[in-house]
């Protein structure tokens, strides 16, 4: 039987590979998934959405996981809230460092997603279920979540929006709109949006991802981890 979607999952992590692979998991499993780039956007995540439990990376941009561990510890909303770091650091004292801030568990990357999900399932029965309603879950679907491109204005009918888009993220998502399904090498990304004679850094594509993930929701882009992308409509 898959668990009960009232639990919410907010997994936080700087690699988007990562980050998408283990939302696509849990979410199969039948959990409703948030998620966050970064410790800032983890807090106002987490306080937007009142989550079960948090998934924590500890080597991340703008806040690191101690930082992050420590504030969400300081919010007397988030006291129920359990906090697992899953990291690639498992050197005895950077675990000994989680568990100090208040961390509730610390698993080791890599980690068989069986054996993940299972870790999962085990800790949230120690939550209660009952609190605070969030708002609606990243991997909800919207009534009327078509997707319109006008070319003209760079501009996207996104239901009920419109939503102006810089030159290369227009340009990225019209490129996988024309082939729905169709899974889209980096390279060919790389050539077809920058072009074969611009040099750019290996995380352009994922940052110019994440920010269309932002705008159009996350289940649309699918990443299929170090080979490139597909659009889901």
């Not at 703008?62 to 007397?76: E, F, K, L, N």
């Not at 070319?151 to 996104?158: D, E, L, M, N, Q």
Request: proline letters at 6%; one cysteine or more.
């Amino acid at each position: 039987m898959k668990p009960d979607a009232k639990y919410r999952i907010l997994l936080v992590d700087d690699e988007p590979d990562i980050l998408e692979f283990v939302r696509y998991n849990l979410v199969k499993e039948g959990y409703a998934i948030f998620t966050a780039g970064d410790g800032a956007e983890a807090l106002r995540k987490a306080a937007e959405c009142r989550p079960h439990l948090i998934l924590l990376d500890m080597m991340m941009p703008v806040m690191d996981g101690i930082q992050t561990c420590r504030a969400i510890r300081r919010d007397p909303a988030l006291r129920d809230t359990m906090v697992v770091f899953l990291s690639a650091l498992g050197e005895e004292q950077q675990q000994l460092n989680g568990f100090d801030v208040g961390a509730d568990d610390y698993l080791t990357k890599p980690i068989k997603m069986k054996l993940l999900v299972s870790r999962v399932q085990a800790l949230l029965k120690r939550v209660p279920t009952t609190l605070a309603a969030p708002a609606a879950p990243e991997s909800t679907t919207a009534s009327d979540d078509r997707i319109e491109i006008d070319g003209a204005s760079h501009t996207v009918r996104y239901g009920e929006r419109t939503i102006a888009l810089p030159r290369k993220e227009f340009a990225l998502l019209e490129l996988l709109c024309t082939s729905p399904g169709k899974l889209i090498p980096r390279e060919e990304i790389y050539s077809r949006v920058w072009g074969p004679e611009v040099v750019v850094g290996d995380r352009t594509i994922d940052v110019h991802i994440r920010k269309l993930r932002q705008k159009i929701g996350e289940r649309h882009i699918v990443t299929v981890k170090g080979i490139g992308y597909r659009f889901e409509p």
